[in-house]
C-alpha cells in the first residue's frame, strides 16, 4: 500500500483525485510543504481505529455468556455526613 502526498492547492483544485488516491493508501495534505491532515478510505479508517463490540451489544449478551463475578460486600459505613468547614 503506498501513498500520495498533494500539496493543499492541489487538494483544492481537484478534490476528486484526492479521493480516487485513497485507494492505494493515504493521501498526505501539506501546507507550505509540511504534512498537516491525511486522506483515506472509510475502510482504512475502520481498521485503523479497530471496532470494539457497542455497550448494547455488552448489556445484550445472553445469559449463557454471563461473567462470574461476585462484588465485595460494604462494610462499615455506607455514608457519612459531609464536612462542611
Avoid: C, W
Amino acid at each position: 500500500m503506498g501513498s500520495t502526498t498533494l500539496s493543499s492547492r492541489e487538494f483544492n483544485q481537484d478534490a476528486s483525485r484526492a479521493k480516487k488516491a485513497t485507494a492505494g493508501g493515504p493521501v498526505f495534505i501539506t501546507d507550505r510543504g509540511r504534512p498537516a491532515h491525511v486522506l483515506m478510505s472509510i475502510e482504512d479508517y475502520q481498521k485503523l481505529v479497530g471496532k470494539g463490540a457497542s455497550i448494547i451489544d455488552l448489556l445484550s449478551a445472553n445469559e449463557h455468556d454471563a461473567i462470574d463475578f461476585e462484588a465485595p460486600r460494604a462494610s462499615g459505613e455506607l455514608f457519612r455526613p459531609a464536612d462542611l468547614s
